[in-house]
């Protein structure tokens, strides 16, 4: 029977790993996991503005990936020209927005361009965001909130420390989903994720259907958040 899910995350953010070896399972190169990720990235993002969440944060390049090898990171640039360029319209077409959290100025300086573009041309009233972490590592955005707040030279609440943060206009996720079998953050959100829900799952990013979504939003929705009350 189908589970009627009451309690939906107002923000989901989603770890999406195992592109590469969803790709080596089928002897093919690490890029074309990333397309199929591609595909599953869109489709989670339909899902969830369907299933009424406001925020999808997907980790889509850390700042520790920027080591992998070039025609990896080529390939990886390729796909965010092709998202920023052909993908973004059919979401401003639904009336949604895209954003992007990291440090974007170690990308090429083409991807900048169209990222900038991309997230100026969302539209102004959008209900859902689909929110991209670019060269994203949750360490190198607290030293630069630290260091914007030591500039104006004033101390700082937990509250003013947060918007600093690449995050400043997102409420925290509710909800963090790692794929690919790994139970660790990877410099994902270390700050925003202090009372956020997490769900671990082996199932390969790419394999990661709108089923396997729901799923986790159904676990969450399941859930007890004291928030270190009683
Ligand atoms: C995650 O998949 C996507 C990115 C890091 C860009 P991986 O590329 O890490 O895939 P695995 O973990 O090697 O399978
Ligand atoms: C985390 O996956 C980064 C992204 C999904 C973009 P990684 O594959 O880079 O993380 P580790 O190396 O397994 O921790
Ligand atoms: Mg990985």
Do not use: C
Not at 152 to 176: C, H, N, Q, Y
Request: charged content about 25%; overall charge neutral.
């Amino acid at each position: 029977m189908k589970e009627n899910i009451t309690n939906i995350p107002r923000h989901v953010a989603v770890i999406m790993d195992g592109n590469g070896r969803w790709a080596k399972k089928r002897l093919m190169p690490r890029t074309f996991g990333h397309g199929a990720g591609m595909n599953a990235m869109i489709a989670m993002a339909r899902k969830a503005k369907a299933m009424g969440i406001r925020y999808l944060t997907v980790y889509a390049l850390s700042t520790e990936n920027l080591a992998r090898p070039k025609e990896e990171l080529e390939g990886l640039y390729t796909l965010i020209r092709k998202y920023f360029t052909k993908n973004v319209k059919e979401l401003y077409a639904e009336g949604a927005a895209v954003r992007v959290i990291g440090d974007i100025t170690a990308l090429p300086a083409g991807v900048q361009q169209l990222i900038r573009e991309g997230v100026e041309n969302s539209p102004d009233d959008a209900q859902f965001f689909v929110i991209l972490a670019l060269n994203y590592g949750a360490r190198a955005e607290i030293v630069r909130a630290v260091n914007a707040a030591i500039s104006r030279g004033e101390r700082v609440t937990e509250s003013e420390l947060g918007k600093l943060l690449d995050t400043a206009d997102m409420p925290d996720p509710d909800l963090i989903i790692r794929t690919g079998g790994e139970i660790r953050l990877s410099n994902f959100l270390l700050w925003q994720a202090a009372y956020a829900e997490m769900y671990f799952t082996d199932v390969l990013f790419p394999d990661f259907d709108e089923k396997e979504f729901e799923k986790a939003i159904a676990d969450y929705s399941r859930r007890n958040r004291r928030f270190g009350n009683v």
